[in-house]
């Protein structure tokens, strides 16, 4: 599962696999369950890049009941993880893969995420759609060159006023493509054609780059770059 963060109206597709034990190894009545009895699990597993070290990316959304144990769910996605980490070099992953290992003992309940956005129909078809990213982790790690390229790229600027806050940065690789989500207070949106130009000149002419009111705390994305994404020091 790799959702591309998004503020436009796309549908994202997530997979759903029904693994809901059965009673006295007869097929559940699917015409009597409710799906407030069910909870939802996804687990971590590690994608290995050419530079630098591997980035987190989540399952497909396993269904159980709430009475079932998760088991052995995690275990390919743990058993993955070592492999990524072996052959991408331990002293690079360790951390990422312990960390990853640990949480997929147990696996991410993610009932409350979804709430009223999955349905019964989603279940059986085993596909969910949304048109926001699910997961409240999305971004890729910015490295230390981007942040350096992002925080000169700020400072080089020649605003009437400085920056009341720091831009918040939320990146994200998918296909080939880059894509920038920064969040700006709704005061500093005016400059975001002199930060556009310069951010194309520095970084790429190709890339994406999205600007946000991040006053708008209700909202998916402003949420999450409050949590996952990377604050760019200014001259402020």
């Keep these: 599962m790799r959702p591309l963060v998004t503020t436009k109206q796309k549908m994202i597709e997530y997979k759903i696999k029904d693994v809901r034990k059965t009673t006295n190894e007869k097929l559940l009545d699917n015409t009597n369950w409710d799906i407030k009895d069910l909870k939802f699990i996804v687990f971590e597993y590690l994608i290995p890049r050419s530079m630098g070290s591997p980035v987190k990316r989540y399952s497909k959304i396993y269904c159980l009941n709430?009475?079932?144990?998760?088991?052995?769910?995690?275990?390919?996605?743990?058993l993955y993880n070592y492999i990524v980490s072996f052959s991408v070099g331990l002293p690079f992953t360790y951390k990422k893969m312990k960390s990853s290992n640990e949480i997929n003992k147990n696996g991410i309940d993610i009932?409350?995420?979804?709430?009223?956005?999955?349905?019964?129909?989603?279940?059986?078809n085993g596909i969910l759609?949304?048109?926001?990213?699910?997961?409240?982790?999305?971004?890729?790690?910015?490295?230390?060159?981007?942040?350096?390229?992002?925080?000169?790229?700020?400072?080089?600027?020649?605003?009437?006023?400085?920056?009341?806050?720091?831009?918040?940065?939320?990146?994200?690789?998918?296909?080939?493509?880059?894509?920038?989500?920064?969040?700006l207070l709704k005061e500093e949106l005016?400059?975001?054609?002199?930060?556009?130009?310069?951010?194309?000149?520095?970084?790429?002419?190709?890339?994406?780059?999205?600007?946000?009111?991040?006053?708008?705390?209700?909202?998916?994305?402003?949420q999450l770059l409050l949590k996952e994404g990377t604050p760019i020091k200014t001259g402020n």
């Design 66 to 78: 709430k009475s079932d144990e998760v088991g052995n769910l995690g275990l390919k996605y743990k």
């Design 111 to 124: 009932t409350e995420e979804l709430g009223s956005k999955i349905t019964i129909k989603d279940i059986e």
């Design 129 to 183: 759609q949304l048109q926001l990213p699910l997961f409240t982790v999305g971004f890729t790690e910015l490295n230390k060159e981007m942040k350096t390229v992002l925080n000169s790229s700020f400072n080089e600027l020649k605003l009437t006023e400085k920056l009341v806050s720091n831009p918040v940065v939320g990146y994200v690789k998918n296909n080939g493509k880059h894509f920038f989500y920064i969040g």
């Design 190 to 222: 005016v400059y975001k054609d002199i930060f556009l130009q310069k951010l194309k000149k520095n970084i790429s002419s190709t890339a994406k780059f999205e600007f946000i009111n991040i006053e708008k705390k209700e909202n998916e994305l402003v």
